[in-house]
T-cell receptor, first 111, second 115 residues
Framework: DAKTTQPTSMDCAEGRAANLPCNHSTISGNEYVYWYRQIHSQGPQYIIHGLKNNETNEMASLIITEDRKSSTLILPHATLRDTAVYYCIVRLNTGGFKTIFGAGTRLFVKA | EAGVAQSPRYKIIEKRQSVAFWCNPISGHATLYWYQQILGQGPKLLIQFQNNGVVDDSQLPKDRFSAERLKGVDSTLKIQPAKLEDSAVYLC?????????????FGPGTRLTVL
């Protein structure tokens, strides 16, 4: 079973920030939070990952709470092309790590 | 760099027939994954290879599914015989541990329809 809980769907207006929450209350100390997204008819695409510090790259920002039990993926200026299913995953970075995808959050960006 | 290649992109078969999918990972990636994605669900890991050895196949239905990774590069996933519930997209992904983290690169998938 997935170790994360995400809302089923969310809407966002084009040009506004999209904030996608994820709960991972059973995360262990050496597990990372990864985010992937899947645009219709494509394979999932890596977005960002983090351990405990906030992270930012050219695609998004990842905010992890101090207790690491939840996180938020932020798309600062959502575009129509960001409409996709977003998956939050917790996993180890080494060894025989297993990636378990939940159902994800379906984000609809509207014009 | 070239991405993960998969073929065929689409396949339609009748139940009890056999089918095989092929995956060519990104050059140099030691780890290769096969996922099954049923419509409306997230991908489910079927099998994970590290080079040509199996790391995890706990969710592979071994009575009908088999996979191999020849020489630690290309991989083939086979279903024999197929059932209606095998209709899904089969995704291949690869990764390396360069940089100390595990970003998986996914191919476009093979959409299988079992009639």
């Amino acid at each position: 079973d997935a170790k994360t809980t995400q809302p089923t769907s969310m809407d966002c207006a084009e040009g506004r920030a999209a904030n996608l929450p994820c709960n991972h209350s059973t995360i262990s100390g050496n597990e990372y939070v990864y985010w992937y997204r899947q645009i219709h008819s494509q394979g999932p695409q890596y977005i960002i990952h983090g351990l405990k510090n906030n992270e930012t790259n050219e695609m998004a920002s990842l905010i992890i709470t101090e207790d690491r039990k939840s996180s938020t993926l932020i798309l600062p200026h959502a575009t129509l092309r960001d409409t996709a299913v977003y998956y939050c995953i917790v996993r180890l970075n080494t060894g025989g790590f297993k990636t378990i995808f939940g159902a994800g959050t379906r984000l609809f960006v509207k014009a | 760099e070239a991405g993960v290649a998969q073929s065929p992109r689409y396949k339609i078969i009748e139940k009890r027939q056999s089918v095989a999918f092929w995956c060519n990972p990104i050059s140099g990636h030691a780890t290769l994954y096969w996922y099954q994605q049923i419509l409306g669900q997230g991908p489910k890991l079927l099998i994970q290879f590290q080079n040509n050895g199996v790391v995890d196949d706990s969710q592979l239905p071994k009575d009908r599914f088999s996979a191999e990774r020849l020489k630690g590069v290309d991989s083939t996933l086979k279903i024999q015989p197929a059932k209606l519930e095998d209709s899904a997209v089969y995704l291949c992904a690869s990764s390396s541990l360069a940089g100390g983290y595990n970003e998986q690169f996914f191919g476009p998938g093979t959409r299988l329809t079992v009639l």
